[in-house]
């Protein structure tokens, strides 16, 4: 599943303020691609900017393996601008519609497609409330787990409760989300896209927190927890390290 950058800017800067390729190379070296076009450069000053980016972050790289992905990157970045949306709002009445459903996981579900599809609208204003995103990274998103079957079943009461329509090509992932309001002040702004099923269950009250560390949003085990399990072994790591050098 690619990851969703709402502010590319913001997250390119980084990049090369961190020397870094971020957890998904593709995404990082096409957002690349387009900040350094947004910033006036030309496709071989790209491409050459996108080379001595990946040396700082990868000094032993073989660099012929990311020709071809340099090459798409920086072909890609004439169509595509560099997006900077700060957040998607989400709005009361657009709560109270999911809220009115019956089952924890068709909200979580419903609440992640209305974040895609608003999403979608912030790039393209006639998308209409459809989104195209693979419905496994859909579940993945919400947070929605069990067989096939029951998450079949999650979006088809979604479904009958007129809150989502599918396309008429039955071979077709694509649902437009019928939800969608455009009135009103926001009540929420969605800046990260990773868990949001968890968002959802953390705005309801439920015992979810961000990390504090990458901003994750997980289940809170014990008031103490501060972090995500993968930030809290990397730090419990990094203190062992620095316990080593000092006995050393």
Same mark, same amino acid.
């Given at each position: 599943?690619?990851?969703?950058?709402?502010?590319?800017?913001?997250?390119?800067?980084?990049?090369?303020?961190?020397?870094?390729?971020?957890?998904?190379?593709?995404?990082?070296?096409?957002?690349?691609?387009?900040?350094?076009?947004?910033?006036?450069?030309?496709?071989?000053?790209?491409?050459?900017?996108?080379?001595?980016?990946?040396?700082?972050?990868?000094?032993?790289?073989?660099?012929?393996?990311?020709?071809?992905?340099?090459?798409?990157?920086?072909?890609?970045?004439?169509?595509?601008?560099?997006?900077? *949306?700060?957040?998607?709002?989400?709005?009361? +009445? !657009?709560?109270? @519609?999911?809220?009115?459903?019956? /089952?924890?996981? $068709?909200?979580?579900?419903?609440?992640?497609?209305?974040?895609?599809?608003?999403?979608?609208?912030?790039?393209?204003?006639?998308?209409?409330?459809?989104?195209?995103?693979?419905?496994?990274?859909?579940?993945?998103?919400?947070?929605?787990?069990?067989?096939?079957?029951?998450?079949?079943?999650?979006?088809?009461?979604?479904?009958?409760?007129?809150? *989502?329509?599918?396309?008429?090509?039955?071979? +077709? !992932?694509?649902? @437009?989300?019928?939800?969608?309001? /455009?009135?009103? $002040?926001?009540?929420?702004?969605?800046?990260?896209?990773?868990?949001?099923?968890?968002?959802?269950?953390?705005?309801?009250?439920?015992?979810?927190?961000?990390?504090?560390?990458?901003?994750?949003?997980?289940?809170?085990?014990?008031?103490?927890?501060?972090?995500?399990?993968?930030?809290?072994?990397?730090?419990?790591?990094?203190?062992?390290?620095?316990?080593?050098?000092?006995?050393?």
């Amino acid at each position: 599943m690619k990851e969703i950058i709402l502010n590319e800017r913001a997250y390119a800067e980084k990049l090369i303020e961190e020397y870094s390729l971020g957890k998904d190379e593709y995404v990082s070296i096409n957002i690349l691609a387009k900040y350094w076009r947004s910033e006036g450069l030309y496709a071989p000053q790209i491409r050459r900017k996108i080379e001595e980016h990946i040396l700082r972050s990868k000094p032993y790289v073989q660099m012929f393996r990311y020709t071809e992905m340099i090459q798409g990157a920086v072909e890609k970045s004439k169509k595509w601008p560099l997006r900077e *949306i700060d957040a998607i709002n989400i709005m009361q +009445s !657009e709560l109270e @519609r999911i809220a009115s459903l019956d /089952g924890t996981q $068709e909200q979580q579900l419903l609440f992640a497609m209305l974040c895609l599809a608003k999403y979608r609208l912030a790039v393209n204003p006639k998308s209409d409330g459809w989104i195209n995103t693979p419905r496994v990274d859909v579940y993945r998103m919400a947070n929605v787990f069990g067989t096939l079957e029951h998450k079949a079943e999650v979006q088809r009461h979604i479904h009958d409760a007129g809150m *989502i329509e599918w396309p008429r090509r039955a071979d +077709s !992932e694509n649902v @437009r989300v019928l939800v969608c309001e /455009g009135v009103g $002040e926001p009540v929420l702004q969605v800046r990260d896209f990773r868990n949001l099923g968890y968002q959802y269950r953390q705005l309801a009250g439920e015992p979810y927190f961000a990390c504090s560390e990458c901003g994750l949003v997980v289940r809170r085990n014990s008031n103490r927890m501060k972090y995500c399990k993968d930030c809290a072994d990397e730090i419990n790591r990094q203190k062992a390290r620095e316990r080593w050098f000092q006995l050393a």
